[in-house]
């Protein structure tokens, strides 16, 4: 059973510096590995998606990295703002094409 | 229009009565899931289906059931509801092939008195 971890839990940066959201899952047979933005009570939206034989990907000021082999994958958000505020959510889809999700980082930005 | 849509959007039933939650999708995707969401415990899935004749049990299906009527359709039924059944419920789709995107609903959060 794929379990995927996700820490920290929760964050709180001042504007300005750059997040580093770290996701790990423990079985490494995956197609890919997606990242989700939560805002309260709303649903998810795709920020990124890393096919597993891709090492990155980015959008803007987001890059996610992908270590397969250690079962690692990092989101970073460069130059934080107030507006990236929102719970990010890590998910993983195995060889049996289940999404499995991490519990979620809550990010704070404070201005 | 939202490419997958739930209804309702929010609802509060009493213990022990049966309410279905509904999700369509105009994506076109064959694979479509049901998934649950507690605070502090991340998504959790429910059920899911690869196409209208298949469906399979998540990993806490206990206490719902679910119907896929056309590829667009995906319902899920609680059919005796109890309050730990209270939570977030989000509807997902996906396409065949591995290496594309999961799209989600809004959600409906369900609260059981």
């Known amino acids: 059973k794929q379990e995927v971890t996700q820490i920290p839990a929760a964050l709180s940066v001042p504007e300005g510096e750059n997040l580093v959201l770290n996701c790990s899952f423990t079985?490494?047979?995956?197609?890919?590995l997606q990242w989700f933005r939560q805002d309260p009570g709303k649903g998810l939206t795709s920020l990124l998606l890393?096919?597993?034989?891709?090492r990155e990907q980015t959008s803007g000021r987001l890059n996610a990295s992908l270590d397969k082999s250690s079962g690692r994958s990092t989101l970073y958000i460069a130059a934080s703002q107030p507006g990236d505020s929102a719970t990010y959510l890590c998910?993983?889809?195995?060889?049996?094409?289940?999404?499995?999700f991490g519990a979620g980082t809550t990010v704070t930005v404070r201005a | 229009d939202a490419d997958v849509t739930q209804t309702p959007r929010n609802r509060i039933t009493k213990t022990g009565k049966r309410i279905m939650l509904e999700c369509s999708q105009t994506?076109?995707?064959?694979?479509m899931y049901w998934y649950r969401q507690d605070p502090g415990l991340g998504l959790r899935l429910i059920y899911y289906?690869?196409?209208?004749?298949?469906?399979n049990k998540g990993e806490i299906s206990d206490g719902y059931s679910v119907s896929r009527q056309a590829q667009a359709k995906f319902s899920l039924s609680l059919e005796s509801a109890i309050p730990n059944q209270t939570a977030l419920y989000f509807c997902?789709?996906?396409?065949?092939?591995?290496?594309?995107?999961?799209?989600f609903g809004q959600g409906t959060r369900l609260t059981v008195v």
């Open positions: 997902a789709t996906s396409d065949n092939t591995p290496n594309t995107e999961a799209f």
């Open positions: 079985d490494s047979a995956i197609y890919n």
């Open positions: 890393i096919q597993s034989s891709q």
């Open positions: 998910a993983v889809v195995s060889n049996d094409y289940k999404l499995s």
């Open positions: 994506k076109g995707h064959d694979r």
């Open positions: 289906s690869f196409d209208v004749k298949d469906i």
